[in-house]
């Protein structure tokens, strides 16, 4: 993963992130959790 992708945590910019749900509270975001900091946060969801 790169930081041009925005997987990258926006809290400590680490990259160790994971998925953990396909839709935020948002039809538009997805949910992710920093393995770093333990920092949830969402994205805005790009088609493959």
Do not use: K, V, Y
Not at 11 to 32: A, F, K, N, R, V
């Amino acid at each position: 993963m790169n930081h041009d992708d925005g997987r990258a945590c926006p809290w400590c910019g680490s990259l160790e992130t994971e998925q953990i749900g396909d839709w935020g509270p948002q039809l538009l975001t997805e949910q992710w959790i920093c393995r770093a900091c333990h920092t949830p946060f969402e994205r805005i969801r790009r088609d493959p």
